[in-house]
């Protein structure tokens, strides 16, 4: 929930509470009057946090909550703290762990330990890893119990407002990335799908109906995850790609972005334009980027 502090300080004006000033992408009219970067009533905001080589995504929902889905490698959960309590919140209401690489968990210890946490939500993934251990230490000093994320998780259901789990649909699989937790948000007419690592195994498994305005491309934009047959269901209007500049991996790959090209030209990239944030009212949808 939103602390009450910040409205305060909106109604007198002042809005330098956060660092970013975003400028309208691909608005057609400009307008110099930087709006506030904070969720009105009635507004869903999905920030696309720019976590070099990672994902981190932040979204205010209208009903006053916030989800958290990932937080980046171990160097980002500063900034990631940072970033939720420059938008006014002292709850994260949900808190999902795609699954347990690094590049998705380093930064939740901090960010968990930081905030309050209403319920964190993780695939029946095990690794050993450091970064993963010190994830569920912190999550037990704080005395939560995880809830394990699959297809069919209603993580909530209100009239206008939608959280719904569409993979992992198997319980096991060789690739850790196919334990990502795949969901939907759906606000009034309008869709967000959130993929995690999802390779096309888990991608082309999924059941529920997965058409969406906005997609966050799978797996950093790897060739091992969009194909055309998922994009074909998806039929993205708006794609965004968490992606660290010169990253060793190669991605995204060429072939990913001619493929989403085939559906949208409004192609976002975390490595190109910094954070992305997307407004949803229920009904249109509009895009800032930090660059
Ligand atoms: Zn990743």
Do not use: W
């Not at 948000?185 to 690592?197: A, H, N, V």
């Not at 209007?237 to 990913?256: L, Q």
């Amino acid at each position: 929930m939103k602390k009450i502090f910040l409205s305060l300080l909106l109604l007198i004006g002042v809005s330098g509470c956060t660092e970013l000033h975003l400028d309208s992408s691909q608005s057609s009219e400009s307008n110099d009057e930087k709006e506030p970067f904070v969720a009105s009533e009635d507004e869903l905001v999905a920030h696309y946090i720019d976590v070099g080589q990672g994902d981190a995504s932040v979204i205010e929902l209208p009903n006053g909550e916030v989800m958290l889905i990932d937080a980046g490698t171990s160097g980002y959960g500063d900034d990631i703290v940072e970033y939720i309590e420059d938008l006014g919140y002292d709850t994260i209401d949900y808190v999902v762990a795609t699954h347990p690489h690094a590049d998705h968990i380093g930064g939740m210890a901090e960010v968990i330990g930081s905030f309050q946490i209403g319920s964190i939500y993780m695939p029946k993934a095990v690794t050993t890893s450091k970064t993963y251990e010190n994830l569920l230490e912190t999550i037990q000093e704080k005395d939560l119990s995880v809830k394990t994320g699959k297809a069919g998780v209603e993580v909530l259901e209100e009239d206008d407002l939608a959280i719904l789990m569409v993979a992992p649909v198997r319980e096991s699989y060789s690739n850790l990335n196919n334990y990502s937790i795949v969901l939907t948000i759906t606000y009034g007419d309008t869709t967000f799908l959130y993929t995690g690592d999802a390779e096309e195994d888990s991608l082309s498994e999924i059941t529920s109906n997965i058409k969406a305005d906005v997609l966050k491309v799978g797996h950093h934009g790897s060739d091992t995850s969009t194909t055309k047959e998922f994009l074909e269901k998806v039929k993205p209007e708006y794609a965004i790609i968490s992606v660290g500049e010169g990253n060793s991996y190669g991605h995204p790959a060429a072939s990913t972005i001619s493929l989403l090209e085939e559906y949208t030209s409004n192609i976002y990239r975390t490595d190109l334009n910094g954070t992305v944030v997307v407004r949803s009212d229920g009904v249109n949808i509009t895009v800032e980027t930090e660059r």
